[in-house]
């Protein structure tokens, strides 16, 4: 069994948790309040930033050319072509770029630097997998789902649901793959153990915007 298919078996709960959760049933039938949408597209923005330098020091440390430029290609894609995304809905719904790093996107974003700082590049590869992951599939689940007239989130569906993004999907976890086939034991379940707790952080990230939740004081 491929380490990608292993470490989803894993994560495969957390992930029907996800399609089930209020953020996501409201999203898809546009019910969503627009106050949590614009909580969740602030945090994005604000995550994205974080994660684009996450994928360009992925890149840096790469152990070979084919890695270095599919993650400088992914750190260009989140920090401007999935930012494009965002300033669209900034125009949209007259939200300002003056949002404060809240709990959920803060851990996530420590998490991530603190693994491609401190710890090796095939685990650091498979803690930002999830970002990839988790979302085409839930773009995917949200496509498949019957077509809502005018729903306002539309475009956010297109984007994580459409064949662009599913090649880098697809390229990530064949990467992923690649290096934990020459990796051994001790790393690969290093490597399954990150990709299990940033998916959890996927779910935490979208039910903190469904709840608004900030720092206490």
Not at 24 to 29: D, F, H, R, S, V
Not at 81 to 90: G, K, Q, W
Not at 144 to 159: C, D, E, F, H
């Amino acid at each position: 069994m491929k380490w990608s298919d292993h470490s989803w078996n894993a994560i495969e709960p957390i992930y029907n948790k996800i399609t089930t959760m209020p953020f996501i049933q409201e999203l898809a039938n546009g019910k969503l309040a627009t106050e949590k949408f614009k909580y969740y597209i602030g945090q994005d923005a604000l995550y994205l930033e974080q994660f684009g330098r996450v994928l360009a020091m992925i890149a840096a440390k790469a152990p070979n050319t084919e890695i270095a430029l599919a993650f400088i290609q992914f750190s260009q894609n989140a920090m401007v072509v999935e930012n494009t995304l965002h300033a669209s809905y900034f125009l949209d719904y007259n939200i300002t770029n003056n949002f404060i790093l809240q709990p959920a996107c803060h851990h996530y974003t420590h998490f991530l630097k603190s693994i491609v700082s401190f710890d090796s590049i095939e685990i650091a590869m498979a803690a930002v997998l999830p970002c990839f992951w988790i979302y085409k599939k839930v773009g995917d689940y949200l496509l498949n789902l019957k077509t809502v007239n005018n729903n306002p989130y539309q475009k956010w569906i297109n984007t994580y649901g459409g064949e662009d993004f599913a090649i880098s999907v697809t390229k990530a976890i064949r990467l992923c793959d690649e290096v934990a086939d020459i990796s051994n034991k001790k790393i690969k379940d290093q490597m399954t153990s990150v990709f299990y707790r940033a998916s959890i952080m996927e779910f935490e990230f979208w039910d903190a915007a469904y709840f608004m939740k900030q720092w206490s004081y």
